[in-house]
């Protein structure tokens, strides 16, 4: 079967956030009939983009915010009209939100509320009963919600236990009260700003393995080629990062990597990409996904009064107790058990990244069918460079795609919106063309 979509053909696509509104949009330009089903209330926004939070602040400046890679001003102008921003501003993400909706009703894109629960010949399921006909599908399912730690009792821990701090459990704390966040990257820094904004002036301790806490945007900075040859080696690509920190400056040095990661990653063999997950990644991530300066202001403020501590260790154990938990946890490099008592516990360890634990009904079903298959790396869905779903019987489907951050294994950059956006228009114009 042909995967190019003939005119009168019904194109689908599965999942209403950031990567399914961008893919929708790309296929509408290029003038597919396209269908976006998404099962919350509202389709352009997803988790990201859907806090209604003034302070949780886009990661990147508004000029690099465009849906529209063939218009990399797109955003920033809007943005500059609803806002009188500019374009090295960063802008809240639910503003962001609302721009994404807005293109949805600017292409004429209703979205279809429901849970697609099964694919069939030329069709989605929907739970309940429903049919949309679809003659080739984009899955878009984003970033799953946090796996719960091991040895937690959720159900013993009640509401001091916060799963999804985007929905609430962070109210009815007092000044002498203690929260531990479990995780200390992206959702840590949100949830200790949220805590802050609304009046919290108790104390934030936060746990990780490492302990590394993202870093913070310079100035200005430029997209630049890397200045020499690179080869997909985790020694040799540490090394090269150390000499031009030394150089440059850690900003530019990783900042250099951004127009190759993904072919690094393409061309590093499967022991090296193991490699790099087990060893580097954390610092990857930490270095590489950067938080506005207002919101690092913020958060080195709360470390300067010993509002926020940041840590590295493991956790022990939590015991519910009257009014809270008793956590216990061990210090990286220390023998000795520390013990905290918190009002709230909140799982900021970040989104689930293998599918077959991610209770998806979709994904659960597609993988018993063999439809699709988990990438060789369990963090996403087995994809090709052009975005086809890979089943398991190592065929690519010309009539399902994948695009978005559950594409890591094959693209590893796969979040930002650049590079979800490239991919929207590379599946739109192979569905297309």
């Known amino acids: 079967m042909s995967g190019t979509v003939r005119p009168g053909r019904q194109l689908a696509v599965i999942g209403g956030g950031a990567s399914g509104t961008l893919q929708a949009l790309h296929l509408k330009r290029a003038g597919a009939d396209v269908t976006l089903i998404e099962r919350g209330a509202t389709a352009g926004r997803g988790v990201a983009y859907g806090t209604t939070r003034p302070e949780h602040l886009l990661n990147v400046p508004a000029r690099r915010m465009s849906a529209w890679a063939d218009d990399p001003g797109h955003f920033s102008r809007w943005y500059a009209d609803v806002a009188g921003a500019t374009e090295e501003d960063y802008a809240p993400r639910m503003v962001y939100g609302d721009y994404l909706t807005g293109q949805l009703a600017a292409e004429g894109i209703e979205a279809v509320r429901g849970e697609a629960a099964d694919l069939a010949d030329g069709a989605v399921l929907l739970a309940g009963g429903g049919r949309i006909a679809a003659d080739a599908v984009v899955l878009a399912p984003g970033n799953f919600p946090p796996a719960t730690p091991r040895g937690i009792d959720t159900a013993a821990l009640g509401g001091i236990w916060v799963d ?52 913070v945007h310079g100035l200005r900075e430029p997209m630049v080629p890397a200045r020499e040859d690179l080869v997909p080696d985790c020694i040799a690509m540490l090394q090269r990062v150390r000499a031009r920190t030394a150089e440059a400056g850690w900003r530019s040095a990783v900042h250099e990597l951004r127009t190759v990661t993904q072919w690094l990653w393409g061309a590093a063999d499967l022991a090296e990409r193991r490699r790099f997950l087990r060893h580097l990644r954390p610092w990857w991530d930490v270095h590489r996904h950067k938080l506005a300066p207002a919101v690092g202001a913020a958060i080195e403020a709360m470390q300067a009064e010993a509002r926020l501590a940041v840590a590295a260790g493991r956790l022990v154990s939590v015991e519910p107790v009257e009014g809270g938990a008793e956590i216990s946890f061990r210090l990286r490099g220390k023998e000795q058990v520390k013990q905290l008592r918190a009002a709230r516990i909140v799982n900021c360890t970040g989104p689930e990244t293998d599918i077959a634990r991610a209770g998806e009904p979709l994904l659960s079903a597609l993988l018993a069918k063999g439809r699709i298959r988990q990438d060789a790396l369990q963090i996403g869905i087995d ?11 190592g065929t690519a489907s010309e009539t399902l ?8 294994g094959t693209f590893w950059e796969s979040v930002a919106v650049p590079d979800i956006r490239a991919q929207a228009a590379r599946v739109a114009g192979r569905l297309t063309a």
Do not use: E, N, Q, Y
């Not at 109210?171 to 959702?187: A, I, R």
């Not at 994809?383 to 019987?393: E, F, S, W």
């Open 383 to 393: 994809v090709d460079p052009a975005c086809r779903a890979i089943g398991a019987d």
């Open 164 to 215: 999804d701090p985007w929905t609430g459990g962070l109210d009815g704390l007092g000044p002498k009260d203690v929260v531990f966040l479990l995780g200390t990257g992206l959702t840590m820094v949100d949830v200790a700003l949220t805590l802050t904004a609304t009046g919290f002036r108790g104390r934030m301790v936060a746990l990780s393995r490492r302990g590394l806490a993202p870093r």
């Open 401 to 408: 795609s994948v695009i978005g951050p559950v594409t890591r």
